[in-house]
């Protein structure tokens, strides 16, 4: 045996056979030895892919069964498998079970073990709050919580505290509202919507905590310190798709536990004076807010209703016009249009956090770099404005690829989840085989931004104008509103930063959700009066804001680098080597392997 604070060697048998075990630093490793002690079959598990370390013989299928032996330890670790034709890597658990000639040297296994976890995994999380929706997707947020998570956090030591909500907006109300202390990160068992619930939550509660509005769009956010984890349960599980590269509880369960983080982009939006919403996803205007809307009638038929409303608006043949101004972002760093794809331990994402937090110099309790001195008023606006005019069949604005099942590359294939840009198509008015091709792109390899009328640019932010006298939702209660979308402090201290803003956030809230109840009635009437098959066309669509409609069609959007980070690390770029061995990228680029 060979033994110091931080490495540990000995012989030590997995079934019948004998290997040579080594902990050393960040890597625990066991060779298989023949009879000569010549090595074999070497496996390594660096530790931060260990979940836990347990006495005895323990099985874990999904309940833990311990069997109390004194010489046996057990080591829980991610093993990944591939499904073959891209479907992405998924992490299950693996278990290898170490028999010991003395029981202590057992002991000092698992004893070295466990502090080589602590040591060299510290941003693990150790309390999280979890929120399950149990009305999501095909309604089995508690039974995926309860039969498939609840029992990888207790074998990986994390307490929490689960909140079954009883109606929409509970959690984010709850972020916002409740002490917080303790929980070192946020989970939602549930869709995309659940997701912007913790979203809202999260940025909000960090801006009134750090005295930011998020009214004033020209205003630096802080970013936020506390992590959000997704377990996918819903119709639709986008984010975690293109975070994470498959939906599947109980990969993104794993990712949580070993504490991963991946920084976000977020688009915030705004109307005149008025924060909006965020979104990560899509912000999406002709096509993808009518195939919303539509949506909303046929709830009855599940994830199914997306299909068919698409079908539906698709006959419709429908375009708008409108004004899109954009800022755009600086060419020479990336484009829409490099053929890159963003995967785990991305270089332009990372040199992104540089670019965007220039003086890091202090550390956040979760060990994360965040400057102190970066200005929260410097002008986000330096560069030219660019702006396009005609009719389009869809504007669409995307922080990251947006893939999903549906379109396994996505809306912009070549996005990035952290480099402080959205990619802003603009699909120009087309004869419908035209449009269709553009669609069908989306679910192949063919490059959908290489048709005519299509352009794409990579922004900073964005603002969008309806012809004049066409923002019906702005003149249906508010006759005084302004058509400026950078508006000024309107004298009732609704954009004052440094103001009493919480109260009159509040209030803007509710005018925000009034006037989105107002439009919507308006626009089923308008629906009902010109369905999808129509005799007249409506001339303003509705923005679709990550599967939320938006109650105005004037809007600006400015992306902030960064914002939030989830407990994910990106799509790990997969291979299968020749002797069928999965292969990933590891964070320094290179080429690992694992059975
Ligand atoms: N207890 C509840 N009752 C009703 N609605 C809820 C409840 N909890 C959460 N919600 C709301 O349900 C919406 C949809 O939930 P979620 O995203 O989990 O599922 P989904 O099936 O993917 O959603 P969608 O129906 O939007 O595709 C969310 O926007 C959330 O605000
Ligand atoms: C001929 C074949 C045509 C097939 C066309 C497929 C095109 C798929 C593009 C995929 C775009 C994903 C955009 C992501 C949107 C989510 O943030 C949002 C929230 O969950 N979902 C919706 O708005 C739900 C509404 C999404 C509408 C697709
Ligand atoms: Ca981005």
């Given at each position: 045996m060979d033994t110091d604070a931080h490495r540990l060697e000995s012989s030590l048998w997995v079934g019948r056979k004998r290997y040579r075990a080594v902990l050393n630093g960040w890597h625990f490793s066991w060779t298989l030895l023949d009879k000569q002690n010549r090595d074999r079959k070497t496996v390594s598990v660096p530790v931060s892919e260990l979940i836990g370390v347990e006495e005895g013989q323990v099985e874990f299928q999904p309940q833990k069964k311990v069997t109390e032996t004194d010489r046996d330890f057990t080591v829980f670790s991610i093993k990944r498998h591939c499904k073959g034709g891209g479907s992405g890597v998924f992490w299950t658990l693996g278990r290898t079970q170490f028999y010991c000639p003395s029981r202590d040297l057992r002991d000092r296994w698992v004893t070295q073990l466990r502090n080589a976890l602590k040591t060299h995994s510290p941003s693990r999380p150790h309390r999280l709050l979890v929120f399950i929706n149990p009305f999501g997707g095909k309604k089995r947020g508690r039974k995926i919580y309860h039969s498939l998570v609840a029992p990888l956090f207790e074998l990986a030591g994390i307490s929490t505290h689960v909140v079954v909500t009883e109606r929409a907006n509970q959690a984010r109300d709850h972020i916002l509202k409740k002490d917080l202390t303790g929980f070192d990160g946020v989970v939602c068992v549930g869709g995309d919507g659940m997701f912007s619930e913790l979203l809202h939550g999260v940025i909000g509660r960090t801006q009134q905590e750090a005295g930011l509005s998020e009214h004033d769009p020209t205003v630096t956010l802080q970013p936020c310190d506390l992590h959000i984890g997704i377990i996918p349960a819903g119709?639709?599980?986008?984010?975690?798709?293109?975070?994470?590269?498959?939906?599947?509880?109980?990969?993104?369960?794993?990712?949580?536990?070993?504490g991963d983080s991946q920084p976000l982009d977020v688009c915030s939006v705004h109307?005149?004076?008025?924060?909006?919403?965020?979104?990560v996803s899509l912000v999406g205007y002709g096509f993808y807010g009518d195939v919303l809307a539509e949506s909303e009638r046929y709830r009855w038929m599940g994830p199914l209703r997306y299909d068919f409303s698409g079908c539906m608006v698709f006959l419709s043949n429908r375009s708008y016009r409108g004004k899109v101004y954009f800022l755009p972002a600086d060419s020479q760093l990336s484009s829409p249009r490099d053929n890159t794809r963003c995967f785990a331990g991305c270089h332009v994402c990372s040199e992104s956090t540089e670019r965007l937090f220039p003086q890091s110099d202090s550390i956040s309790h979760t060990g994360f770099l965040y400057s102190t001195q970066y200005s929260q008023h410097s002008s986000p606006w330096e560069g030219e404005w660019e702006t396009v005019e005609g009719e389009f069949k869809c504007i669409s604005l995307t922080c990251m690829s947006s893939c999903c099942p549906r379109s396994p590359l996505g809306l912009s294939p070549s996005a990035h989840l952290a480099d402080g840009t959205a990619d802003l198509i603009l699909v120009r008015d087309t004869h419908p085989l035209g449009f269709l091709t553009y669609l069908h792109r989306h679910t192949n390899s063919q490059d959908q931004f290489d048709l005519p009328f299509v352009e794409v640019h990579r922004v900073k932010a964005v603002r969008f104008s309806p012809p004049p006298g066409e923002d019906e939702a702005e003149q249906l209660d508010d006759p005084d509103s302004g058509g400026t979308v950078m508006a000024e402090d309107d004298g009732q201290g609704e954009t004052a930063a440094g103001g009493d803003w919480t109260g009159s956030a509040q209030h803007l809230s509710a005018r925000v959700q009034e006037r989105g109840v107002v439009g919507t009635k308006k626009r089923a009437k308008r629906d009902f009066l010109c369905g999808p098959c129509c005799r007249r066309s409506p001339s303003v669509s509705v923005w679709n804001c990550d599967g939320e409609l938006l109650p105005f069609t004037e809007v600006l959007c400015r992306v902030h680098g960064q914002l939030v980070r989830l407990f994910a690390r990106g799509i790990e770029e997969e291979f299968v080597t020749c002797n069928g061995t999965l292969g990933k990228k590891n964070f320094k680029g290179r080429y690992i392997t694992h059975t």
């Open positions: 119709s639709t599980d986008c984010v975690c798709f293109a975070t994470v590269g498959v939906n599947d509880p109980v990969t993104s369960t794993l990712h949580i536990i070993i109307h005149t004076s008025l924060f909006v919403r965020y979104s």
